[in-house]
């Protein structure tokens, strides 16, 4: 999906890494999921000079420009390499580095194993954003209350489940070659094949074929973890990579995991007729959210819709149907591990979280050595090898380091090295990066949350504030009679930093960027809450959220005519 796929396994970072400013500077570096605009067929008119002949300089604040060299799009290598830069995974996080590698006229060569889009594109974000927009038509069609609202009167609604698939399928493809053709058009050589390290600056992919590079990324993504004693048929007992496939639509599905993917998929089974059980591990649900989040969001999203749900347990083994005899699912206490229920069912969905995919990338050839699977990184995202050591001209983002589960966070990571092979150095701010959940209603949600931020205050010695508003005061959401919803900042009242903001209500993975490049651009409550926002919309409730906050008045305000520095 969208978002990180874990509730047990893998969670936030709680830290900060630092921030030299926003990523994104120029309209081509848009992005839908973390895909550029050139995903949806947009390409650029003319390309700049590009630039070869690199000489990189130790110090951060000296860097060498790059002589103009070719005109195709790809830049000319140095003698000694076939390449500047070898991207291994063509996904969302190898797209966008690749293509911000040939704006700084690197040439560039992407490998890919599978299909050009990861798991974002084929197996995540881009079709599962398709089955939700189909459930919250249903969603919003079957809620005669609702209609009626408007003065609208609507007969019994229906859908044809292979219709919907296809719907899912179509988009995944046509973003899946649009990818293709924006890299191949820009001039990145796209090769096929299963690629690995075979050493300091090379690759190996495919059968027999080696490459060189002055620096390689490894961007190779993640699989559906799937715990022992779960047997996947992918029938009766699939992960989120067979669900999205639609092929059926039981009348009863276990999700074992509460997390995103469980929430987004609890989102579109209920639409279209299914009864859900949630299996969570922890002693709550929605385990990585804001807690007043969670509680809102399942008073609204679970309560009211055919879900129950069995918490603090795990599911040790999982049988699929067969034989005429349904999908079996034995439960056990999380914390004594002694035997609690026995579920049948007729269908299981695995939700619990994701695996890096690094097995057979030829780690041991440069002595890296995993860390559960994730491969060590520092806040440049350069790889650290068994005694600690960078490993020169070595990076890896994106699942596989393990440090935000996110495809947009991929792409994010993906450009800041390709800042810091190309000559500027360039660390990038993780609590900066947001996630979304897109249930009907939304979550979404930047930085830290409340227990979080008051953790940190208290080592660190400031005082935590917190303020919130609701969308039943915003004229946009009671105009579409949507105004079930919060908004929620967490910030220091010295200073008037943002440390976190949550939203709960419609559209919410849209509003939440304002915050999120507020946060990335250091940006105080003093200074944005002087902005101003178009009535009547949505963007209202965070200008509210803005203005509630209170901010001690010592805390300085910059003014317009200052620059700010990026």
């Given at each position: 999906?969208?978002?990180?796929?874990?509730?047990?396994?893998?969670?936030?970072?709680?830290?900060?890494?630092?921030?030299?400013g926003?990523?994104?500077s120029?309209?081509?570096?848009?992005?839908?999921?973390?895909?550029?605009?050139?995903?949806?067929?947009?390409?650029?008119?003319?390309?700049?000079?590009?630039?070869?002949d690199?000489?990189?300089?130790?110090?951060?604040?000296?860097?060498?420009?790059?002589?103009?060299?070719?005109?195709?799009?790809?830049?000319a290598?140095?003698?000694?390499?076939?390449?500047?830069?070898?991207?291994?995974?063509?996904?969302?996080?190898?797209h966008?580095a690749?293509?911000?590698?040939?704006?700084?006229?690197?040439?560039?060569a992407?490998?890919?194993?599978d299909?050009?889009?990861?798991?974002?594109?084929n197996?995540?974000c881009?079709?599962?954003?398709?089955?939700?927009?189909?459930?919250?038509?249903?969603?919003?069609?079957?809620?005669?209350?609702?209609?009626?609202?408007?003065?609208?009167?609507?007969?019994?609604?229906?859908?044809?489940?292979?219709?919907?698939?296809?719907?899912?399928?179509?988009?995944?493809?046509?973003?899946?070659?649009n990818?293709?053709?924006?890299?191949?058009?820009?001039?990145?050589?796209?090769?096929?094949?299963?690629g690995?390290?075979?050493?300091?600056?090379?690759?190996?992919y495919g059968?027999?074929?080696?490459?060189?590079?002055?620096?390689?990324?490894?961007?190779?993504?993640?699989?559906?973890?799937?715990?022992?004693?779960?047997?996947?048929?992918g029938?009766?007992?699939i992960?989120?990579?067979?669900?999205?496939?639609?092929?059926?639509?039981?009348?009863?599905?276990?999700?074992?995991?509460?997390?995103?993917?469980?929430?987004?998929?609890?989102?579109?089974?209920?639409?279209?007729?299914?009864?859900?059980?949630f299996?969570?591990?922890?002693?709550?649900?929605?385990?990585?959210?804001?807690?007043?989040?969670?509680?809102?969001?399942q008073?609204?999203?679970i309560?009211?819709?055919?879900?129950?749900?069995?918490?603090?347990?795990?599911?040790?083994?999982?049988?699929?149907?067969?034989?005429?005899?349904?999908?079996?699912?034995?439960?056990?206490?999380?914390?004594?591990?002694?035997?609690?229920?026995?579920?049948?069912?007729?269908?299981?969905?695995?939700?619990?979280?994701?695996?890096?995919?690094?097995?057979?990338?030829?780690?041991?050839?440069v002595?890296?050595?995993?860390?559960?699977?994730?491969?060590?990184?520092?806040?440049?995202?350069r790889?650290?090898?068994?005694?600690?050591?960078?490993?020169?001209?070595?990076?890896?983002?994106?699942?596989?380091?393990?440090?935000?589960?996110?495809?947009?966070?991929?792409?994010?990571?993906g450009?800041?090295?390709?800042?810091?092979?190309?000559?500027?150095?360039?660390?990038?701010?993780?609590?900066?990066?947001?996630?979304?959940?897109f249930?009907?209603?939304?979550?979404?949600?930047v930085?830290?949350?409340?227990?979080?931020?008051?953790?940190?205050?208290e080592?660190?010695?400031?005082?935590?504030?917190?303020?919130?508003?609701?969308?039943?005061?915003?004229?946009?959401?009671?105009?579409e009679?949507?105004?079930?919803?919060?908004?929620?900042?967490?910030?220091?009242?010295?200073?008037?930093?943002?440390l976190?903001?949550?939203?709960?209500g419609?559209?919410?993975?849209?509003l939440?960027?304002?915050?999120s490049?507020?946060?990335?651009?250091?940006?105080?409550?003093?200074?944005?809450?002087?902005?101003?926002?178009?009535?009547?919309?949505?963007?209202?409730?965070?200008?509210?959220?803005?203005?509630?906050a209170?901010?001690?008045?010592?805390?300085?305000?910059?003014?317009?005519?200052?620059?700010?520095?990026?």
């Amino acid at each position: 999906m969208a978002l990180s796929f874990s509730q047990t396994s893998f969670t936030r970072p709680n830290h900060v890494l630092g921030s030299t400013g926003s990523v994104f500077s120029t309209p081509r570096s848009l992005r839908f999921c973390g895909l550029r605009r050139e995903a949806f067929g947009f390409s650029p008119s003319n390309q700049l000079a590009l630039r070869s002949d690199r000489i990189r300089i130790p110090s951060r604040k000296s860097f060498q420009v790059f002589a103009s060299a070719s005109s195709n799009g790809n830049g000319a290598p140095p003698k000694s390499f076939d390449y500047d830069l070898i991207i291994i995974g063509a996904g969302v996080g190898g797209h966008g580095a690749a293509l911000h590698a040939v704006e700084k006229g690197l040439k560039t060569a992407i490998i890919e194993g599978d299909v050009v889009g990861g798991t974002c594109v084929n197996r995540g974000c881009v079709p599962s954003k398709a089955l939700l927009a189909v459930s919250g038509r249903m969603r919003e069609l079957q809620n005669e209350h609702h209609m009626k609202s408007f003065g609208l009167q609507v007969s019994a609604a229906g859908y044809d489940r292979q219709g919907v698939a296809d719907h899912a399928n179509n988009l995944a493809t046509k973003i899946r070659n649009n990818l293709t053709n924006s890299m191949k058009a820009l001039g990145v050589d796209i090769l096929t094949g299963f690629g690995s390290v075979l050493g300091p600056q090379k690759v190996k992919y495919g059968k027999d074929n080696i490459i060189t590079a002055k620096d390689i990324i490894i961007a190779t993504g993640s699989v559906p973890f799937v715990p022992k004693g779960i047997e996947v048929d992918g029938k009766t007992v699939i992960t989120s990579d067979h669900a999205l496939k639609l092929e059926s639509v039981p009348d009863w599905i276990a999700i074992v995991g509460s997390g995103y993917i469980g929430l987004e998929f609890s989102d579109v089974y209920t639409a279209l007729g299914s009864e859900v059980t949630f299996i969570e591990a922890l002693d709550q649900l929605m385990p990585g959210f804001d807690p007043e989040i969670s509680k809102l969001a399942q008073r609204v999203l679970i309560n009211p819709r055919k879900i129950d749900y069995h918490t603090g347990v795990f599911a040790s083994k999982i049988t699929p149907a067969k034989d005429g005899k349904p999908v079996l699912i034995e439960l056990i206490d999380a914390k004594t591990k002694e035997p609690k229920d026995t579920l049948e069912v007729d269908a299981a969905l695995i939700a619990t979280g994701r695996a890096p995919f690094t097995n057979g990338l030829g780690l041991e050839n440069v002595n890296v050595v995993t860390q559960r699977g994730f491969i060590p990184v520092d806040e440049r995202m350069r790889v650290i090898d068994g005694n600690g050591t960078l490993v020169p001209n070595l990076y890896c983002i994106g699942d596989a380091n393990g440090k935000l589960m996110l495809a947009h966070a991929a792409s994010a990571q993906g450009i800041s090295v390709v800042e810091q092979v190309s000559g500027r150095d360039h660390v990038l701010n993780h609590l900066s990066i947001p996630a979304a959940c897109f249930t009907h209603p939304e979550i979404s949600m930047v930085g830290l949350t409340e227990p979080q931020a008051k953790e940190k205050g208290e080592k660190e010695g400031f005082k935590v504030s917190v303020v919130k508003t609701s969308f039943k005061a915003n004229t946009k959401a009671l105009a579409e009679n949507e105004g079930e919803g919060i908004a929620k900042m967490i910030y220091r009242p010295d200073n008037g930093e943002i440390l976190g903001v949550h939203i709960f209500g419609l559209h919410a993975a849209d509003l939440i960027h304002e915050a999120s490049n507020a946060i990335a651009l250091g940006t105080r409550i003093q200074d944005i809450k002087l902005a101003v926002h178009a009535h009547p919309t949505l963007s209202e409730v965070l200008d509210e959220l803005f203005k509630a906050a209170k901010v001690e008045s010592h805390a300085t305000t910059r003014t317009v005519s200052e620059k700010v520095v990026v």
